[in-house]
């Protein structure tokens, strides 16, 4: 049997020469080489409803793109998660540990999409994984495969005791993937996506969901080519970073 696949984000870091006469460079942002951006900020820590806004970067800065789309998050509100940027966490604010019910806050790169259709469609850019009966994301913090999704039939030792079976969570018929703990690092957090709500006051496990409609627009919109990047932050924290971020 092969070995399963994992789904996870590369980070590239390209060392260049020091030069004694060369001028001084600019600070990089964490969006520097993204050109499409989904902001999604709620009130405070403990807020389970927020909003969602797309922006595209263009000749003169970030651009919204569309409304701003009602979204649910973690029935425990948001946790710093690891992310694509490493952050400061200030006094009383809560980190995202596996099981807490809090959503990642911090900056995601953008994955893979998922589905209940057998074939990807064509209206969508992103990489493409089928859900079938076989699909598991492991929420399991002692296996291998932890924060993995994976086929279990192609799995050469499936070592985990709990996982999420996609295929059979109605909500996931339609998803996209959250690069949230890439490094898998034990007991930090599994299993975040965007994908479809219960509800406009139903909170999710950890998770950003919305309306059907929106969330297929969203998946419409999302270009691998663009390098699309997420960022989940409260309103104030938001404000903070907005300036040393270059955030919309």
């Keep these: 049997m092969r ?16 030069l004694s006469l060369a001028q001084p460079q600019p600070e990089r942002t964490p969006f520097q080489d993204s050109r499409q951006l989904i ?32 979204i649910v ?11 694509a940027v490493p952050t400061e ?14 959503s990642p806050a911090g900056v995601f790169p953008v994955g893979a999409a998922f589905g209940f259709a057998e074939q990807k469609p064509d209206w969508l850019k992103l990489p493409y994984i089928p859900l079938t009966s076989a699909t598991e994301c492991v929420d399991d913090a002692s296996s291998e495969y932890y ?11 499936p070592d985990w005791k709990t996982s999420e079976k996609m295929r059979d969570i109605a909500v996931y018929e339609w998803g996209v993937i959250v690069n949230q703990n890439s490094a898998r690092q034990r007991g930090a957090g599994s299993c975040i996506f965007l994908h479809i709500w219960n509800g406009p006051q139903r909170p999710t496990a950890g998770c950003t969901a919305m309306d059907q409609r929106q969330l297929v627009e969203i998946m419409r919109w999302l270009d691998p080519a663009a390098n ?6 409260t309103s104030s924290e938001y404000e903070r970073l907005r300036s040393s971020w270059q955030l919309p």
């Design 73 to 83: 998050v973690g029935r425990s509100g948001f946790g710093w998660g690891i992310g």
């Design 228 to 233: 699309p990047m997420m960022v989940a932050l």
């Design 3 to 18: 070995k399963a696949k994992f789904v996870t984000s590369a980070i590239l870091i390209f060392l260049v020469p020091l």
């Design 147 to 157: 924060n993995a999704v994976v086929d279990r039939i192609q799995t050469q030792r």
């Design 89 to 102: 966490v200030g006094n009383g604010q809560p980190v995202k540990k596996e099981g807490d019910g809090r």
């Design 39 to 70: 902001v999604v900020t709620t009130s405070d820590w403990t807020a389970t409803t927020g909003k969602l806004e797309r922006y595209e970067r263009r000749s003169d800065g970030w651009v919204r793109v569309g409304e701003a789309v009602e």
